[in-house]
C-alpha cells in the first residue's frame, strides 16, 4: 500500500458525459501526478499540481481538467466523454516536486469505461 | 520533449534464471530514472531508481546501471521467482517523467 487513495475504482459511463476523479496524497506530499494508461499509449503523464498550484502540464486534453484543494486532495475532470478516453487513470504524490529530489509514489488507479 | 524507448516488451525466463530490461532515453537533461513494477489490477510500485551521479545501484536480487553517456539504462533481476512476474516500466526525466512501454516479464516454475 503505496499511502496514496484514489477514488472510484471503477466508473463506467456514456459518450458525451462527464466525470469526477479523486485522489488523496500520501500524508506529508506536497505534489499531484496524474497520468492516464491505455494499450495503445502506455503511461501518459497529463498534469502535476504542487501545494495547489498548477506546475507542470503533459498531454491532457482540452476537455481534461484537474485542481488540488487546500487540504491537498486533488481531482481530475473529464468531460464530453468520448470512447478513446476509456483508460486508467493514476495518481502519483511526492513530497515536493521534482523527480531528481524525490520519489513519485502511485496509487491504485481508477478504471474509466466510455461506453 | 523526452522519449523514452523500452525492451523488450515481453520477456520469458525460467526461475532461477536473471531477466535484463534496457531503456534508452534521447534528453541529455534527465537526471533521474526510476523503476516501477506492475501487477494485474494494481498501480506502479517503485522498484528502484538511480541519479545521474551514480553509475549502478543495487538492492538485493535488483540492480540498475546508467551509461550517460550513451543514454541507456538497464534492470537486471538476478535468481528470478514466479513472483516477479509483472510488467515493469522505465521512466526518465528531470521535471517531469516520461514513462517507457512496459515490459511484460514471465517468470515460468
Known amino acids: 500500500d503505496s499511502g496514496v487513495t484514489q477514488t472510484p475504482k471503477h466508473l463506467i459511463t456514456a459518450t458525451g458525459q462527464r466525470v469526477t476523479l479523486r485522489c488523496s496524497p500520501r500524508s506529508g506530499d506536497l505534489s499531484v501526478y496524474w497520468y492516464q494508461q491505455s494499450l495503445d499509449q502506455g503511461l501518459q503523464f497529463l498534469i502535476q499540481?504542487?501545494?495547489?498550484?498548477?506546475?507542470a502540464k503533459g498531454n491532457i486534453l482540452e476537455r481534461f481538467s484537474a485542481q488540488q484543494f487546500p487540504d491537498l486532495h486533488s481531482e481530475l475532470n473529464l468531460s464530453s466523454l468520448e470512447l478513446g478516453d476509456s483508460a486508467l487513470y493514476f495518481c502519483?504524490?511526492?513530497?515536493?516536486?521534482?523527480?531528481?529530489?524525490?520519489?513519485?509514489?502511485f496509487g491504485p488507479g481508477t478504471r474509466l469505461t466510455v461506453l | 520533449g523526452e522519449n523514452v524507448e523500452q525492451h523488450p516488451s515481453t520477456l520469458s525466463v525460467q526461475e532461477g534464471d536473471s531477466a535484463v530490461i534496457k531503456c534508452t532515453y534521447s534528453?541529455?537533461?534527465?537526471?533521474?530514472f526510476p523503476w516501477y513494477k506492475q501487477e494485474l489490477g494494481k498501480g506502479p510500485q517503485l522498484i528502484i531508481d538511480?541519479?545521474?551521479?551514480?553509475g549502478e545501484k543495487k538492492d538485493q536480487r535488483i540492480a540498475v546501471t546508467l551509461n550517460k553517456t550513451a543514454k541507456h539504462f538497464s534492470l537486471h533481476i538476478t535468481e528470478t521467482q514466479p513472483e516477479d512476474s509483472a510488467v515493469y516500466f522505465c521512466a526518465a526525466g528531470y521535471s517531469t517523467l516520461t514513462f517507457g512501454k512496459g515490459t511484460m516479464l514471465l517468470v515460468s516454475p
Open positions: 502519483a504524490s511526492s513530497v515536493v516536486g521534482g523527480p531528481s529530489t524525490d520519489t513519485q509514489y
Open positions: 534528453d541529455s537533461a534527465s537526471n533521474y
Open positions: 538511480i541519479r545521474s551521479n551514480v
Open positions: 499540481y504542487y501545494n495547489g498550484e498548477e506546475r
